[in-house]
């Protein structure tokens, strides 16, 4: 067979391993050791091992010699495996995928083995040969086939196995290399030497691990071991053979791999001395690239020595160099003074536009930076990112926290701004600049990495500052107004009652106030890094940051043509898209005032309708202020825009800003309910339930009846509902819609309290709705008695007035109903749809249980009776109205008992059974109750004998 | 009380089955309003209309009663006083034409003899499911002395007709007797009269207009 012949072929004797050892010598110094051995108890075969992986290379494979066992031992493949790995040079993956490639293809091969014998072998081995040769130096310095071969002593097996072989470590060499290792590449290095690739052309191959590394160590351990024990640096081979500082870079770097897997005696001053070699020609690259640098000689010496600096180490001291010695860190004072901010020396005055001149300044130097580096260092290796790093750190952290100490001294509210101004600069900032080529795919992560770094000393005391000061902002408001309005309560007690469309007004309201919180106002920027193509280099990248936005005709030109995304912003009609509003955040103001410009207009909208709901509901200004809870609202807003900021980081502090815009919601419902709107309703019941409708001046005797603190109080409701309302819009946009909270969390704080807000709300209407139907009912009495005239049921008293003519409901009757009437209309739509079906069928069984009353003191003929029936008609209609099928009952029985009065006296006796007829009022009245209504007639003395005997039979009159 | 003027007072009742129409004929009659779903009736309801006949403002004072009420001391109280009466049939409904006969007893029971009676058969617009046929009704009309209409409330064909139509028949009447009665004066002492041509003196039964 070839294959045999093929291995039977290679040299028997094989190159000295080692130059300078004697090879004769060899057998006799083994014999020799075997013959002294041999009275000695073997040592554990593990012991052995262990011991052979402390020898030296040479002498691992003199002891190879000794004996088959120790050959077999010394041949492990994973003892060489190990030393590969101990180099880096290993991989897996590699590995496995040879063998598995090898047992597919062994498979195959096998299946065509016998049939096509001929064809297959010319191929492979013209195939596999040739390119193992063209690596191969030293690749025979250990035979493992030959050496199995013979110890098989088959001729089967060898075949066979030359047949693995050759499978897995030549034939797929050429197919499997490419994608699985990746080679470094080794700009301006000589590559076609081979022992300066020869690390880079380790194949991991199982079973020839050991030919492998036979192959490397041939060719470095001669510099290894020259280098280690050279006296001086200009010694060594190394330096002497290879003249060019590249290839003096990689021998290093390869030996500093070598030695690695130098596990034998003396292996730690061997590592050092090289090390200390590495370093010595390290510093002496660095010092020419430090003078390039000096020299600005970027093409030429800097970036050359880079390059050396990188093949010898990856170049981590240049660029460690390069960004320690950059000027910028020097010379940070060159891009501004953050105590220029200050327009005068003690107020909190603040001008932000040095500090923005600042961040301009520098991001044009970064940027410049960036091409340089893109000029020194080839494109894979980062350089950018440390280089922030230090700028983040030195320049812009140096720059801010005086700034920011500074002005949380002197004020906070311009603390407040200018930190949340200067993170826009620095956000603006880190989307200016352009990623040099060496910078990996998540550049924009690494950068607002940095960015958080730059804060990371400042948000904490900022959220809560932010918190505290919102806190302190609202108390004071509300505090004021309180006393604003204790002091005009005395004066005027004068309620105006406008009944005109609330709820269109109301809708109308809150439709302005959805836009407005809609509206991203300026404070908040959008995501940063998303509109912008960073791959495309933007020339002009500050404009939009630089100079404010004016107003809303005016478009800063900006090279972005992302689209604007805010609906309310009004586009500039401008055709050219060189035009087009850039989609970058919006640009603070340059008084520092967060709420900017375009937002102006539905404000201005918003307050408009606000006051106009004023005066539609002046009667309740004196209890609490729609306005100052807008107010309240907007400042909360403006707190949450800022805080928001901070939200966006990842990980501590975007959580923790998180927590805190949920608190500065808390708070905000804290305060607007609890001070305000609870105090205000507290206010209003107490006032309601002082109220005595006799006490009122007798000068109202028109239709319209209402009982005003009652009005007063439900228009209260509707303001309470508009609250309540506007800040479920407030929290649905601002916290949920930019995720600051977790609407589906029940246990989140922030939920939490809004239910209880919404709550306290729903008690309070419904204690002042308690004592408003209290109130209500009292006047409905008092109207009862004040208008309902003796002769309305019982017209045949005063002289013949007799047959009422015109039909319809009596004038007392008419006026409760109005008065009923206007009083639950101002709920409608003001509150919950329960708390209003609850409402109304408690007014109307309390008017249905002061009509019976009435009812009760009336006197009432048969002519009066239509005249009642009028009136119960009229009430039920009422009733009806109100979509409520309990109540219906109940003005139904009425309706039906109202009957009897219309009985001829004549029937007396079928009364009584009228009267005993349960079923007719469904038990809404008693036999007793009727009867007691009955006995409302005019002609009750009359009948009353008849009805009674009718009813309790005959024995009555026996008595 | 009197809001407006007029000269003759009339109360009409509105009889019938329960659920013929009675309380959507006075509304479409006297507010123009047709209520699809509207409940029964409980009790009495009233409405007043006034129409011209010959000049005379004749205001009409109509009793919706309800079509189940069980008790005679009540109902007799509708009829009392009532000049006029509609009795009202569904024409999709055959048993509500056949319980006319019942209600015709009924009238005259407890209403006064001279009572006008006037068969009304409702819900003529549904004309597919008619029940009762006009020329049926017309016959038993004519054999008991009644006028006879069908009417929609749902459409409004027939309604003003039929209450002008027997206004103007209880005007014809009243006022023919009215001058000679006015001549020795109150001679209707009885407090159900039907007539009243003057609001100050219902009870005496006329007056000088």
């Known amino acids: 067979m070839e294959n045999n012949q093929r291995f039977s072929d290679r040299p028997t004797s094989l190159p000295p391993p080692f130059p300078g050892q004697n090879r004769m010598s060899v057998p006799v110094s083994l014999h020799s050791t075997k ?10 075969v593990e012991i052995i091992a262990t011991i052979l992986d402390y020898v030296p290379v040479s002498t691992l494979m003199r002891c190879a010699r000794a004996s088959k066992k120790l050959r077999e031992m010394a041949y492990d493949d994973s003892r060489w495996v190990n030393k590969l790995v101990a180099m880096g040079v290993w991989n897996e993956g590699e590995a496995r995928r040879r063998f598995e490639d090898a047992l597919k293809k062994k498979r195959i091969a096998q299946a065509k083995f016998a049939d096509e014998e001929r064809r297959r072998r010319a191929a492979s081995i013209g195939a596999s040969v040739e390119p193992r040769k063209s690596i191969g130096m030293g690749d025979t310095l250990f035979d493992v086939n030959e050496h199995e071969a013979k110890a098989n002593g088959s001729a089967a097996a060898v075949s066979k196995l030359a047949q693995d072989v050759e499978l897995m470590g030549l034939s797929t060499q050429s197919d499997i290399q490419a994608p699985v290792k990746e080679k ?96 010595i020609f390290e510093n002496a690259v660095l010092r020419e690239f430090e003078g390039g640098y000096e020299e600005s000689d970027y ?100 720059y801010i926290s005086p700034l920011l100490e500074e002005t949380h001294d002197r004020d906070i509210e311009s603390y407040l701004k200018c930190i949340t101004d200067i993170y826009f600069s620095v956000v603006q900032f880190s989307k200016s600049i352009h990623p040099a080529k060496g910078s990996e795919r998540n550049f924009t992560d690494d950068i607002t990495k940095i960015v958080v770094r730059i804060f990371e000393p400042h948000y904490d005391t900022y959220l809560q500052e932010e918190l505290d000061h919102f806190r302190r902002l609202c108390e004071e408001e509300v505090e004021t107004w309180e006393k604003k309005i204790t002091d005009e309560y005395t004066a005027t007690e004068s309620f105006y009652l406008s009944n005109i469309n609330r709820q269109a007004d109301k809708i109308d309201f809150l439709a302005s106030f959805k836009k407005v919180i809609l509206m991203p106002v300026n404070a908040i920027p959008l995501p940063p890094m998303k509109q912008i193509n960073l791959a495309f280099p933007l020339p002009l990248p500050m404009n939009p940051f630089m100079r404010p936005k004016p107003a809303v005709t005016v478009a800063p030109p900006s090279i972005s043509d992302a689209p604007t995304d805010n609906p309310y912003e009004v586009t500039p009609d401008v055709t050219d898209s060189q035009a087009v509003e850039n989609a970058a955040p919006p640009t603070p103001i340059s008084d520092g005032r967060v709420t900017p410009q375009p937002q102006t207009a539905p404000t201005t909208e918003l307050a408009a309708k606000a006051a106009i709901l004023n005066t539609r509901m002046e009667g309740i200004r004196t209890l609490f202020s729609i306005e100052l809870a807008l107010d309240l609202v907007h400042k909360a807003k403006t707190a949450l825009e800022r805080a928001g900021c901070f939200v966006r980081f990842q990980g501590r502090i975007g959580e923790e800003a998180k927590e805190q815009c949920e608190q500065i919601f808390i708070c905000l419902i804290n305060i607007l309910g609890q001070r305000h709107v609870k105090s205000g309703f507290d206010k209003a019941v107490t006032h309601l339930s002082q109220y005595n409708p006799r006490e009122l001046s007798t000068a109202e005797e028109d239709e319209q009846v209402i009982v005003k603190p009652l009005v007063q109080f439900m228009e209260l409701v509707n303001v309470g509902d508009l609250i309540q309302q506007m800040l479920d819009v407030f929290y649905e946009q601002e916290l949920v819609a930019h995720k600051l909270t977790d609407k589906n969390d029940f246990l989140n704080p922030a939920i939490k309290e809004k239910k209880r807000f919404e709550q306290m709300l729903d008690e309070r209407v419904a204690a002042g709705l308690n004592t408003g139907i209290d109130v209500l009912i009292k006047e409905v009495d008092y109207v009862f008695a004040k208008t309902q005239k003796p002769t309305d049921y019982n017209p045949g008293i005063v002289g013949d007035l007799g047959f009422p003519t015109d039909l319809g409901p009596s004038e007392a009757a008419r006026k409760v109903v109005s008065l009923v009437a206007s009083h639950t209309k101002l709920l409608v739509g003001s509150t919950d749809k329960n708390v209003l079906d609850v409402f109304n069928q408690e007014v109307g069984m309390r008017l249905w249980s002061s009509i019976c009353k009435h009812l009760k003191i009336q006197r009432i003929s048969i002519d009066g009776a239509i005249v009642l029936i009028s009136d119960i008609n009229h009430y039920t209609q009422f009733i009806v109205k109100l979509r409520n099928s309990g109540l219906t009952q109940y003005y139904n029985a009425l309706r039906e008992l109202v009957q009897i009065y219309l009985i001829d006296p004549q029937h007396a006796k079928q009364m009584a059974a009228v009267i005993a007829d349960g079923t007719r009022f469904k038990g809404i009245f008693t036999v007793e109750e009727v009867y007691e209504f009955v006995t409302r007639r005019s002609d009750w003395y009359q009948i009353k004998k008849d009805v009674e005997k009718a009813m309790y039979g005959f024995g009555c009159s026996v008595m | 009380m009197a809001s407006d003027e007029y000269d003759f007072l009339f109360k009409v009742v509105l009889i019938g089955d329960s659920g013929v129409g009675k309380s959507n004929l006075l509304s479409r009659f006297t507010r123009n309003e047709f209520n699809m779903d509207s409940k029964s009736t409980i009790g009495v309801e009233f409405a007043t209309r006034s129409i011209q006949v010959d000049s005379k403002t004749i205001k009409a004072q109509i009793w919706d009663t309800a079509g189940q009420e069980r008790y005679r001391a009540i109902t007799s109280a509708y009829y009392r006083g009532a000049v006029g009466a509609l009795l009202v049939y569904d024409i999709s409904k055959h048993i509500t034409y056949e319980n006319v006969t019942r209600w015709l007893k009924e009238l005259r029971d407890h209403a006064d003899s001279n009572i006008v009676i006037m068969l009304v058969g409702n819900k003529s617009d549904l004309r597919h499911l008619r029940a009762v046929t006009t020329d049926e009704a017309k016959a038993f009309a004519a054999e008991n002395h009644l006028s006879f209409i069908e009417t929609s409330a749902l459409d409004a064909s027939n309604v003003e007709l039929a209450f002008q139509n027997i206004l103007t028949e209880i005007y014809r009447i009243v006022s023919s007797k009215v001058l000679p009665e006015n001549e020795h004066g109150g001679s209707i002492p009885d407090r159900g009269i039907p007539l009243s041509d003057q609001p100050k003196n219902d009870q005496g039964g006329g007056k000088c207009c």
């Not at chain 1, 013959?35 to 554990?44: E, Q």
Request: hydrophobic fraction near 40%.
């Open chain 1, 35 to 44: 013959l002294v051995v041999r009275p000695l108890p073997s040592l554990p």
């Open chain 1, 184 to 279: 470094p590449k080794l700009v301006g290095v000589d590559t076609s030497d081979p022992t300066l690739t020869v690390l880079s052309d380790v194949r991991s191959a199982r079973g020839f691990a050991r030919q492998e590394y036979g192959r490397v160590y041939a060719a470095l351990w001669p510099y290894y071991i020259d280098l280690v024990s050279a006296r001086n640096h200009a010694d060594p081979v190394v330096f002497r053979r290879y003249r060019n500082p590249e290839d003096q870079a990689v021998m290093l770097r390869q030996l500093g791999v070598f030695s690695e897997s130098d596990s034998s005696l003396g292996w730690a001053e061997r590592s050092s001395r090289l090390n200390s070699m590495s370093s």
């Open chain 1, 299 to 398: 093409d030429g010496r800097m970036k050359r020595y880079a390059n050396v600096l990188i093949l010898l180490n990856g170049g981590q001291g240049a660029i460690d160099l390069f960004v320690a010695k950059h000027y910028l860190m020097f010379e940070r004072e060159r891009l501004g003074n953050p105590m220029d901010c200050f327009t005068n020396l003690h107020s909190a005055d603040l001008s932000m536009e040095p500090a923005r001149r600042f961040f301009t300044l520098l991001s044009e130097a970064v940027n410049e930076q960036s091409s340089i580096i893109d000029r020194i260092f080839p494109p894979d290796v980062d350089v950018m990112i440390p280089f922030l790093e230090r700028i983040g750190e030195d320049v812009i952290g140096e």
